[in-house]
């Protein structure tokens, strides 16, 4: 059983920055990455990264986030740069398996057939 703790949320201004970690209890060669639900939205994926460092991104935060990973410490991360009010959403660090390419849209459908965290809320206030 694969365990995902996710840090780094918070309270911030438009225009600030921050930056989510999510650190797996195991190595994983599952499609990693971050989605995001904000009360009466539809769940959205942010970003993925596979195996290999390929990534991908949503177009809302194409540009602003950048998500990485570090294999040896078994950790993900999630560079929230020029953040907007719309980024307001509690953030979820997901582990899947996926058939045809690791992908942002994914990571959001396939996240409760997965591993997910209990997530970390991001407030960005104009």
């Known amino acids: 059983q694969v365990q995902l703790v996710e840090s780094g949320g918070g309270s911030v201004q438009a225009g600030e920055s921050l930056r989510l970690t999510c650190v797996k209890s195991q190595p994983t060669l599952h499609c990693m990455g971050w989605f995001r639900q904000a009360p009466g939205k539809e769940r959205e994926g942010v970003a993925s990264?596979?195996?290999?460092?390929?990534?991908d991104y949503a177009d809302s935060v194409k540009g602003r986030f950048t998500i990485s990973r570090d294999n040896a410490k078994n950790t993900l991360f999630l560079q929230m740069d020029s953040l907007k009010p719309e980024d307001t959403a509690m953030y979820y660090c997901?582990?899947?398996?996926?058939?045809?390419?690791?992908?942002?849209?994914?990571?959001?459908?396939?996240?409760?057939?997965?591993?997910r965290g209990q997530g970390t809320q991001v407030t960005v206030s104009s």
């Open positions: 997901a582990a899947v398996s996926v058939a045809y390419g690791c992908r942002a849209p994914e990571v959001a459908r396939q996240a409760d057939f997965g591993y």
């Open positions: 990264i596979d195996t290999t460092g390929n990534t």
